[in-house]
């Protein structure tokens, strides 16, 4: 790569859109203009005036599906269209063209909607490989015995402690939008 342009190698989970949102903003005040994430969380910069620029994600498949409405819906409100990954929407805007604190989601309602339709998009999936695949997988390796048996029953051990891990990580996340909610 030229010293006008670079890649980044970065891993979010699934409820990690927050994050990634930081990490884009922080990378636009450093003078790295995010240009588009592709397969594997290779997320591709070009070099640009440093300047304080909100990245707001959205996870919406009906929005994808009607997406010229869905993108002029944010246009109008200011906010540039840039991509579409795993599901996510990416959207971004200067903070110097925002009146206050302006966010795609604005309330905990919005918030919880759209992590309402994350669980269904992306966590349900999750769930059902880790009930109907590596469950019974972890069994059948558990009785297998040997050095072998004992490695790959470390490996599915492994993977679906990173799964319950992940599902932690967002059951905790929803929860903690579900009593905002309802304070």
Aim: hydrophobic fraction near 40%.
């Amino acid at each position: 790569m030229g010293k006008d342009r670079k890649v980044e190698f970065k891993v979010f989970t699934v409820p990690e859109w927050k994050r990634e949102e930081e990490y884009l903003r922080e990378q636009h005040k450093n003078g790295w203009k995010f240009t588009k994430v592709d397969f594997l969380g290779c997320y591709h910069f070009v070099k640009a005036v440093p300047e304080d620029v909100i990245y707001q994600l959205d996870y919406n498949r009906d929005g994808i599906v009607h997406k010229s409405e869905y993108v002029q819906m944010f246009r109008d409100c200011g906010w540039e269209y840039l991509q579409d990954y795993v599901g996510y929407s990416y959207f971004r805007k200067p903070v110097a063209e925002m009146q206050g604190e302006e966010e795609i989601f604005c309330d905990y309602d919005s918030k919880l909607e759209m992590m309402k339709r994350v669980f269904k998009g992306r966590i349900t999936p999750l769930v059902v490989v880790f009930f109907c695949l590596l469950l019974p997988q972890l069994s059948i390796w558990m009785h297998m015995g040997g050095t072998m048996g004992h490695i790959i029953t470390a490996m599915y051990g492994a993977e679906i402690g990173i799964y319950l891990v992940l599902f932690w990580k967002y059951g905790c996340k929803f929860y903690r939008y579900w009593m905002l909610r309802n304070e």
